[in-house]
């Protein structure tokens, strides 16, 4: 069965600090892992897509990294800001129909 | 802008009362799906489509009907709601292959009593 495990559930960091998501997958054999964020009530919104033959990929402070293998994938936030905060989902690709798994998130509070 | 719109926004129906939430994308994308979000269970995929008039179960079908007549246009069709189908909706879509973003939806909230 395919599932995806995302550690820790919620964090809570003082602004500034740098933190790392962790999310590990049962079946590796993936197309790519996306990394969302999610506002409370709101849709998702993409962060950073790795596919399946990438190691790593960079957006402003953010850096995902993917260990298709291992079935994991960390998420890097480097100076962790109020406005980051948010539930972050990590979701392999399953098939070309869109078959995204998604973990459970980990939500994120950054407090001032 | 490129957009995935879904529409209502929010729906609180009765059990039985046929509804239908519309999905429409901008980006001529092949591919497009249906996920609801519930809390302890995550997103789960509902239906999706490859192309026009292809279509195939995700993990959760049951209760739901979609249909793809034309590349833009996804709707989700709820035969005969129950409140256990009460839940976030979203829609997406993609070009497809392992390259390439899948965008979604702002979501559907709805509440069938």
């Known amino acids: 069965k395919q599932e995806v495990t995302q550690i820790p559930a919620a964090l809570s960091v003082p602004e500034g600090e740098n933190l790392v998501l962790n999310c590990s997958f049962t079946d590796s054999a993936i197309y790519n892992l996306q990394w969302f964020r999610q506002d409370p009530g709101k849709g998702l919104t993409s962060l950073l897509l790795i596919q399946s033959s990438q190691r790593e990929q960079t957006s402003g402070r953010l850096n995902a990294s993917l260990d298709k293998s291992s079935g994991r994938s960390t998420l890097y936030i480097a100076a962790s800001q109020p406005g980051d905060s948010a539930t972050y989902l990590c979701?392999?690709?399953?098939?070309?129909?869109?078959?995204?798994?998604f973990g459970q998130g980990t939500e994120l509070s950054v407090k001032p | 802008e490129a957009q995935v719109t879904q529409n209502p926004r929010y729906l609180i129906t009765v059990t039985g009362k046929k509804l239908t939430v519309t999905c429409s994308q901008n980006?001529?994308?092949?591919?497009m799906s249906w996920y609801r979000q519930d809390p302890g269970l995550g997103l789960r995929q509902i239906y999706y489509s490859m192309n026009v008039e292809v279509t195939d179960k995700g993990d959760v079908p049951e209760g739901y009907k979609v249909s793809r007549k034309e590349k833009r246009n996804f709707p989700l069709i709820l035969e005969s709601p129950s409140p256990n189908q009460t839940s976030l909706y979203f829609c997406?879509?993609?070009?497809?292959?392992?390259?390439?973003?899948?965008?979604f939806g702002e979501g559907s909230w709805l509440t069938v009593v």
């Open positions: 997406a879509s993609s070009l497809g292959g392992a390259g390439n973003t899948i965008y």
């Open positions: 980006m001529n994308h092949e591919y």
């Open positions: 979701a392999p690709l399953y098939n070309q129909g869109g078959k995204l798994i």
